[in-house]
């Protein structure tokens, strides 16, 4: 939708399981509704791929987070794109916390970041001319859980904090990041560069957060805080939602 907000013609990739998923269906009737172009493909017919991306002068990949093959599936993105030529930037689907950090992770997320840090390295050494986006905290599924991925929505009498509650992280509306992303691929300085989203005013701990959250609601909640090792026996013991 930023795309389409900012104004170049807009083409969107669509695979056929995604038309045929109703939920999807109706995102996919929003975004031509609102002028851009549907393109029925998948990103493993190569001949299809390329001729959609013959089409377009900047690709930026929305590939999915749930699994390192599906974040290791663009990589087919860059075969694709060196033979079609003609693209002037490319973003891949990183976003989220910094790759960097990806050995001092523990599973799913260290295989979910290793897959980023294998893209990374792929486009770099590509030669293609490419944006990277480090994103963190994109704020529309934690914020509103203060930061506890398992709870269900904001806490109402009680909360459940992971650590000392102190650590900052920067807050980032995924609106804004996708604004920041059509700028970038027309902004020069950002050519084969990583893009680090750090907005300043939003830099925040768990505990300030639930202390504004709090002030909100008019009345103190209970607070339950884990230590580490008892959200390292959390991960390894039971799947949770892990935001990379």
Not at 77 to 99: H, M, N, T, W
Request: glycine share 8%; with cysteine.
């Amino acid at each position: 939708m930023a795309s389409i907000n900012a104004g170049p013609p807009t083409a969107v990739l669509v695979r056929p399981a995604t038309a045929a998923d109703s939920g999807k269906a109706k995102l996919m009737e929003a975004f031509e509704s609102c002028g851009a172009r549907l393109v029925y493909g998948d990103i493993d017919d190569h001949d299809g791929l390329v001729a959609a991306i013959r089409q377009a002068d900047v690709v930026i990949s929305a590939v999915g987070h749930s699994s390192p093959e599906e974040l290791e599936s663009q990589l087919k993105i860059l075969v694709a794109i060196q033979e079609a030529g003609g693209v002037k930037r490319f973003v891949p689907s990183e976003y989220g916390c910094d790759v960097e950090l990806a050995e001092h992770m523990l599973e799913p997320a260290r295989s979910i970041l290793g897959a980023k840090v294998l893209v990374r390295e792929a486009v770099k050494a590509s030669g293609i001319p490419h944006t990277i986006i480090s994103s963190n905290w994109l704020q529309g599924f934690l914020l509103p859980r203060a930061g506890n991925p398992e709870a269900s929505g904001p806490p109402n009498n009680s909360v459940t904090i992971f650590g000392d509650g102190k650590l900052q992280v920067f807050f980032v509306n995924e609106k804004d990041m996708g604004a920041v992303a059509m700028k970038a691929v027309e902004d020069p300085r950002t050519l084969n560069k990583i893009l680090h989203l750090q907005p300043q005013e939003n830099l925040c701990s768990v505990d300030k957060l639930i202390s504004l959250w709090e002030s909100k609601i008019g009345k103190a909640l209970e607070k339950t805080y884990v230590c580490e090792e008892e959200l390292v026996k959390k991960v390894q013991g039971t799947y949770i939602f892990v935001y990379n």
